[in-house]
């Protein structure tokens, strides 16, 4: 897979409400996935992690739903706070050399 | 968690000239480390992977002699732009592999070098 240099698309909630954050990899082999935040001028921090012998995590207040089948991952994040608000990328390995390729990503904002 | 510094956090050079940046894993040893370049609202793109005594691993596309990598011990890589043009100008992100809480291998990044070339 290879990461998608395409423009952010992007996703407003309430705060309070729950956010979900949908993303779909590209490579069937792909079997460890991480979901990554990033903030205005700074470097992706690390939310949650999931491995493809599961379809679902949970970390507080997040959770990683994985569908193998269809090649898709989403992020929940529960009662969306003002710092929430990020982009947010999810990122596939291989097992091939601990390559990772990121999603387009998506830019959560949270209205207060 | 692991902590991965670059430095400088930004630079302005003019065209033309070279621009070293350092990725440094601050409490663990990375035989590998990789680099990705960002765009302003785009998605990071893997350039390529750092490969500790060893030569450096290039995504396609992705020109060698114009971004030079070497990774001289097991805490340090550098990325060297070569002749740099603004069309070079962006955000340039390292990360490193470390042992997770519960997962091996989890990547940890940098906090990013921009650079902007005049």
């Known amino acids: 897979g290879e990461s998608v240099g395409l423009h952010l698309p992007t996703l407003s909630v309430q705060e309070g409400d729950n956010s979900i954050i949908n993303c779909a990899y590209s490579n069937s082999a792909s079997d460890y996935f991480i979901w990554y935040k990033q903030e205005s001028g700074k470097g992706p921090q690390f939310i949650i992690d999931i491995r493809s012998n599961m379809d679902k995590r949970q970390g507080q207040r997040v959770t990683v739903l994985l569908n193998k089948t269809v090649k898709h991952l989403s992020l929940q994040i529960a009662a969306t706070q003002p710092g929430d608000s990020a982009v947010y990328f999810c990122a596939e390995n291989a097992n091939t050399g601990n390559q990772f390729y990121f999603g387009t990503g998506t830019s959560l904002t949270v209205i207060p | 968690g692991a902590v991965v510094s670059q430095h400088p956090s930004r630079v302005i050079c003019k065209s033309g000239t070279s621009v070293k940046i350092e990725c440094r894993s601050l409490?663990?040893?990375?035989?590998?480390m990789f680099w990705y370049r960002q765009f302003p609202k785009q998605s990071l793109m893997l350039m390529a992977t750092?490969?500790?005594?060893?030569?450096?691993?290039?995504e396609q596309g992705v020109e060698k002699d114009k971004f030079l990598i070497n990774h001289a011990s097991l805490t340090l890589s550098t990325l060297t732009v070569t002749s740099a043009h603004p069309e070079d100008s962006s955000f340039y992100i390292c990360?490193?592999?470390?042992?997770?809480?519960?997962?091996?291998?989890?990547?940890?990044f940098g906090p990013g070098t921009r650079l902007t070339v005049l």
């Open positions: 750092s490969n500790e005594g060893s030569k450096a691993t290039y």
């Open positions: 990360s490193a592999p470390a042992r997770g809480r519960q997962y091996t291998d989890t990547q940890y």
């Open positions: 409490d663990f040893q990375a035989t590998t």
